[in-house]
């Protein structure tokens, strides 16, 4: 049996950067965890802690339920293959992978046998006797793999294994890492940026943003539900339309969502009506994937956008339109700081039942807060392009009107912070 535990884990750096803040993370025994985010993030420090080759700032970090601080590299039962992982040039394949062992002082015939195996299941099979200079990146990648492997390790910490590899390869890979370390029960904690592996590979996925766990869950989990503006905005091909909407109450009625030009209206019987009454006069994120999008008649009722196609992008399998809505989007700067602004948002609904006591539901003006999602800085603005899924090739181009209708169901809202703001089921 194998788990990692990371307890509250901070990494500060001598120069005072804050490379990993304040991360607790459980794996699972046998479980694939993807850890996913931008360069610089923090996900190599998080592995290279967990292998023992630096210590944390703060907190603890247990294998098997026991606190390994004090373990050295070598006592943990970790294997780990590095982003730039070099191999002995002067020694064959054979030799690379079968190099653990014989430092371990097992006997030449055992350890041919465990390196066979292992080449056989890594498909290298065939270039045994030759040197890595010899070998395509593909290869040499498998090879370091192999000799990660072969000391049957109780965990597996893998940073960027694919990252010198061409598309074709990695994905070809991808499929054969996630099935060797299942077929082994190995549990392991594998680093990329590369959100579309993420999402193919991972048991469940934990995102990172500049040192901070923003979501972990099972793919489906973060990409239906993700827990912030962050996750939102990482997830997914083409990106979800992020698109700001003020916000007004009728109460006992509907919800407004006001686009600028045009505006969606959420019933009051819908779950998470209560939620968002509470931001009403204020400006929230709403969230939209082209997959919750759907081309529709102009003239139809309900929730719909009457767009006008800016572009279109062809993909083979089909075409992305991208509207013109007379919204406004919300662009995450990934690199930015994560935002540590704690300011209340939660008086909009009283202040909403007030006004709205006894009157007559009309629209009530925005006040005050409105444009607050330009404040807090970290995200900034442009006209919305909304990306649509179309049929590949459509008989319409740049130009053409186009109305969707959108599936309120599928619609995700975040507060000025970047928050989900109805939290709770998953
Ligand atoms: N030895 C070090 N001394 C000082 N700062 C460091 C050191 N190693 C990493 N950092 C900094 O810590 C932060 C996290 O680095 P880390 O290597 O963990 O990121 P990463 O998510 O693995 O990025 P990438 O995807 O580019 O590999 C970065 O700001 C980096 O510059
Ligand atoms: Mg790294």
Redesign the pocket.
């Known amino acids: 049996m194998s788990t990692v535990a990371l307890k509250e884990v901070t990494k500060i750096?001598?120069?005072g950067?804050t490379?990993v803040d304040n991360v607790s993370l459980d794996v699972q025994d046998g479980e694939f965890m993807v850890l996913l985010?931008?360069?610089?993030?923090?996900?190599?420090?998080?592995l290279r802690m967990i292998a023992g080759l630096e210590d944390p700032t703060q907190g603890d970090i247990l294998l098997n339920g026991e606190p390994v601080l004090e373990l050295p590299p070598r006592d943990r039962s970790i294997a780990m293959v590095f982003?730039d992982f070099a191999l002995y040039p002067h020694m064959t394949v054979s030799e690379n992978i079968g190099f653990p062992l014989k430092l371990s002082g097992i006997e030449p015939t055992p350890r041919q046998e465990r390196v066979d195996a292992i080449a056989g299941a890594l498909g290298i099979g065939e270039v045994l006797a030759r040197r890595p200079s010899q070998l395509s990146g593909g290869q040499r990648q498998r090879v370091a793999m192999g000799r990660a492997m072969v000391r049957r390790p109780g965990i597996f910490l893998m940073?960027?294994p694919l990252s010198n590899l061409d598309s074709g390869l990695r994905a070809e890979l991808r499929a054969e890492i996630t099935s060797m370390t299942r077929e082994l029960g190995v549990t392991t904690m594998y680093?990329t940026?590369d959100q579309a592996e993420a999402l193919t590979m991972a048991d469940r996925v934990a995102i990172?943003r500049k040192?901070v766990l923003q979501d972990v869950g099972t793919p489906t989990e973060v990409y239906r539900r993700p827990a912030t503006l962050y996750v939102a905005a990482f997830l997914g091909s083409p990106k979800m339309n992020l698109l700001e909407a003020a916000v007004y109450v009728h109460l006992d009625q509907y919800i407004a969502l006001s686009f600028g030009e045009q505006t969606l209206y959420m019933p009051w019987n819908d779950p998470r009506a209560r939620a968002v009454a509470r931001y009403h006069g204020e400006r929230i994120v709403v969230g939209i994937r082209a997959e919750a999008l759907t081309p529709v008649t102009p003239d139809t009722q309900g929730p719909v956008f009457q767009g006008r196609i800016r572009f279109l992008e062809h993909h083979g399998h089909e075409s992305l339109a991208y509207l013109d809505i007379g919204a406004t989007a919300i662009v995450v700067d990934e690199m930015s700081g994560p935002v540590t602004e704690t300011r209340s948002v939660g008086g909009g609904f009283r202040k909403a039942l007030q006004r709205l006591a006894g009157q007559t539901p009309e629209p009530v003006a925005p006040q005050g807060r409105v444009g607050v999602l330009s404040e807090v800085g970290k995200h900034h603005r442009k006209p919305a392009e909304l990306a649509v899924r179309l049929a590949p090739y459509p008989a319409i181009g740049p130009g053409h009107p186009l109305a969707v209708s959108v599936r309120m169901d599928a619609v995700h809202f975040f507060d000025e912070r970047g928050d989900r703001i109805d939290v709770g089921w998953r």
């Not at 985010?37 to 998080?46: I, Q």
């Open positions: 750096w001598p120069d950067t490379a985010g931008p360069s610089g993030c923090g996900k190599s420090t998080v982003q940073d960027e680093v940026h990172m040192g």
